[in-house]
């Protein structure tokens, strides 16, 4: 049988092997529907117990008892399970589980890993080669992390994202950003007629209005300032060679239709505040300083890569392996 500290092991390693004694909430559920999930699952099996205790709670007015971590919620055959096994598997809950009480919760995922060990304790026999190597993976992976968040806990120093900033910003040179209307319409031949009603004098919006198929046809085709990447190639491209106050005068295809486009505007686009791109600074400098880490303590193990040499890559398939 396997020890204690093998099944919590397991159970921290592993968030959901087998279903949640709980029904899987819909995404686009309301707060009635939800309501009803949470009082149906409390309603049911293991759960039953929880909604007859909470009745009887209901008429006496205690606190709930102070917990942490290590406090034990269940014991299985002398195998204990924490209310930190149980914050694991909660965490590792899609988004739509939020729409459930927490009591429901509670109780579904209680129930689930009550099951786990009791399945486990089940198993005859040593711990199988692949569930060992999964939990030797699992480890490596979680302390690698930990030993991430420890060495990012001293703050960037500022002069470093001040550096950072003025390096990626300080000098470069600003970008073009157009403020532009086009009027989209599905044949060539009927661009080119709205370039003719232009040429007579018609105002640009009021056409867009009346003709554009293009969502912005009722406010006047206007598209609101952007910069270079933002648009298809051949719109672009069309966009970038008038002058403010000019359309194209003949009709620029793309995979949408046809277009007549009216340039506004052009402004240099301003570069960003230091406030503004910080976070994105910060996580680029954090990246770099883990990289450096990762290589020093790479350059300064002792590694023998040899065991490698001749093993068939397509090995990485053969899960039978694993048996």
Do not use: C
Request: glycine share 8%; hydrophobic share 40%.
């Amino acid at each position: 049988m396997p020890s204690t500290k093998e099944l919590r092991a397991v159970l921290a390693a592993f968030a959901v092997t087998l279903p949640l004694a709980m029904p899987v909430p819909s995404v686009a559920q309301d707060s009635g529907s939800t309501a009803a999930t949470g009082s149906d699952a409390a309603g049911s099996g293991a759960a039953a117990g929880t909604t007859a205790e909470s009745g009887a709670a209901s008429s006496v007015d205690t606190a709930p008892s102070p917990a942490d971590a290590e406090t034990v919620v269940a014991t299985v055959n002398g195998v204990d399970i924490t209310l930190g096994h149980m914050i694991l598997i909660r965490s590792a809950l899609p988004q739509q589980y939020d729409q459930l009480p927490p009591e429901v919760l509670f109780q579904g995922i209680l129930d689930q890993l009550v099951q786990q060990v009791v399945l486990s304790q089940s198993h005859e026999g040593d711990v199988p080669k692949r569930v060992d190597m999964a939990l030797q993976n699992e480890r490596n992976a979680l302390m690698a992390n930990v030993a991430i968040d420890q060495f990012l806990e001293t703050a960037m120093p500022e002069d470093q994202i001040q550096a950072a900033y003025e390096e990626k910003y300080g000098n470069a040179e600003p970008e073009k950003e157009y403020k532009a209307r086009h009027i989209l319409v599905e044949t060539e031949d009927e661009a080119k007629a709205v370039i003719e009603e232009l040429k007579g004098g018609a105002e640009f919006a009021v056409l867009a209005q009346e003709q554009s198929t293009g969502p912005s046809g009722p406010n006047g085709g206007d598209l609101g300032w952007f910069g270079a990447g933002m648009m298809v190639p051949e719109f672009e491209e069309a966009t970038m060679a008038l002058e403010p106050g000019s359309f194209t005068e003949t009709p620029v295809q793309t995979q949408f239709g046809w277009h007549v486009i009216l340039l506004e505007e052009v402004r240099d686009q301003a570069a960003p505040t230091l406030d503004e791109v910080r976070e994105e600074l910060t996580m680029e400098l954090q990246r770099e300083a883990v990289e450096g880490h990762v290589d020093a303590l790479t350059e300064k193990a002792d590694i023998d890569r040899s065991g490698a040499e001749g093993v068939d890559p397509t090995l990485l398939t053969n899960s039978d392996l694993l048996q």
